[in-house]
């Protein structure tokens, strides 16, 4: 046992005298990057930054009061964590992993949906509708907020626009809005999705739309679609026979019975 862990410990009980007064993280509300901020700037002032980020080490058994000193702090750091975060996230967030997993654990949540979530967010903004049931105000603020918060969860590229407009485009193409979605959603920052692939993902589906067109011959399409010719009697003016069969006066087999 190290001799000034009794008197001296290496590390000292951290008391929190903050309040978190920022955004509470929401995955709801796409707020994951003003929250970062907020959350990093609380933790730094109140003294836990850095057990939340992993950088304040445990100690070993050789410190006991040191060590129980670092669970403490770990702790209520861990609690000051899920204090900047909305109910909602609390399922995913494991205080007793300890401050710096659920930093990590929450980052990584949060960080994910970034690209395909800034598509969604200024879709919304483009395609929003000022209505005279609405006060206008109101719209342009629901606008004006969809767009700061797509810009908060990233930089908005000139690619990632293209990708937009491309995909408003498909209405009426709803599995393949299904696969660029996808696509989308499993990229990251390292491995984007780019505009390029979506067009190559259009150039199949017209492949695909020319093939179905030209697949089948003239002439079995117009035999398809041809009406056989009415047969009229020349004798008696009726449908479906001929005057050689016609048993009316005048007809091939006139006075006969149809049975005959």
Known sequence: IVALDTTAPSITI???????????LDKLKSNY????????LFLTLS????????????????EPRARANWKANDALAAALIVSTTEVSEWEFIKRE??????????KLRHQSEGPIRQVQLLQEALT????????LPVTAESICKAIDRAYEMGEITQDLLKCIALLSSLTEFPHLR????????????????TS????NYLDGEQSL?????RGVPDSIALAAHTKPPIVVCSNCKRNGHIATYCVSSGGGMEGKSIEE
């Open 14 to 24: 951290l008391r929190n005298t903050q309040t978190y007064t920022g955004p509470k």
């Open 33 to 40: 990057n003003i929250w970062m901020r907020s959350a990093d």
């Open 47 to 62: 003294g836990f930054i850095d057990y939340a980020k992993g950088n304040t080490a445990c100690p070993g058994l050789n």
């Open 97 to 106: 992993d300890g401050a710096a997993a659920c930093w990590t654990n929450l």
């Open 128 to 135: 929003a509708k000022c209505s005279k049931d609405t006060p």
């Open 178 to 193: 299904s696969i660029i979605t996808r696509d989308i959603n499993a990229s990251t920052k390292s491995n984007p999705f």
């Open 196 to 199: 390029t692939q979506l067009r």
């Open 209 to 213: 739309l020319n093939s179905d067109t």
